[in-house]
């Protein structure tokens, strides 16, 4: 069974920095891409960033490019967001999702965690 | 970027009445080559993660009930629940993953 478990939310001061992180397991991990979507509260979805299997392709959102970082640790089944310079729009569930991959390529995410909860505010 | 756009953003359908949601992109989502259109959706239920229901524009998941169905292609989808039930009730996003990914703003489901 597919199992992703998300970490390292909490409460951040403006400026700050959280990283987060994603532990799989259930699947290959090192054959999968990966994202980070958030849901400010009451909100719609976000997609935050991706990163593909090897971590050599790295895409972001333009709310988030130049300040939050995705990588991962195939070695560790683990993926990671590094969040710095923190604003209080960023307050949100993270979620890290898997995307269904065939051997061509990776499309619609087809796994999701439960989700942290990162609250920026002074 | 692909914008996605859902009507309406809340929708009140009878239980056992049909429910439908609508999906528009700003650019086709059909991949020629393979002519398959790269439009997913989700329900959402308040305190959960998004469950997939339907990939590729009309592709049900397993486990996901018949009455849900996904239509529609290039730029235009639709999601149809032929048969509304309690358990219904939820947040429903269509997704496309043609480039990268964006979500619509969603559209909430209630009970009338």
């Known amino acids: 069974e597919v199992q992703l478990v998300e970490s390292g939310g909490g409460l951040a001061q403006p400026g700050g920095s959280l990283r987060l992180s994603c532990a799989a397991s259930?699947?290959?991990?090192?054959?999968?891409?990966m994202n980070w979507v958030r849901q400010a509260p009451g909100k719609g979805l976000e997609w935050v960033a991706y990163?593909?299997?090897?971590?050599?392709?790295?895409y972001y959102a333009d709310s988030v490019k130049g300040r939050f970082t995705i990588s991962r640790d195939n070695a560790k089944s683990s993926l990671y967001l590094q969040m710095n310079s923190l604003r209080a729009d960023d307050t949100a569930v993270y979620f890290c999702?898997?995307?269904?991959?065939?051997?061509?390529?990776?499309?619609?995410?087809?796994?999701w965690g439960q989700g942290t909860l990162v609250t920026v505010s002074s | 970027d692909i914008v996605m756009t859902q009507s309406p953003d809340s929708l009140a359908v009878s239980l056992g009445e049909r429910a439908t949601i609508n999906c528009k992109s700003s650019?086709?989502?059909?991949?020629?080559?393979?002519?398959?259109?790269?439009l997913a959706w989700y329900q959402q239920k308040p305190g959960q993660p998004p469950k997939l229901l339907i990939s590729?524009?009309?592709t049900r998941e397993s486990g996901v009930p018949d009455r849900f169905s996904g239509s529609g292609s290039e730029t235009d989808f639709t999601l149809t629940i032929s048969s509304l039930q309690a358990e219904d009730v939820a947040v429903y996003y269509c997704?496309?993953?043609?480039?990268?990914?964006?979500f619509g703003q969603g559209t909430r489901l209630e009970i009338k």
């Open positions: 590729w524009a009309s």
């Open positions: 997704q496309q993953y043609f480039n990268i990914i964006t």
């Open positions: 650019q086709s989502l059909l991949y020629t080559s393979n002519n398959k259109n790269y």
């Open positions: 999702a898997k995307r269904y991959c065939d051997t061509r390529a990776c499309y619609y995410l087809d796994h």
């Open positions: 990163i593909n299997t090897r971590g050599s392709t790295i």
């Open positions: 259930g699947f290959t991990f090192s054959s999968y891409s």
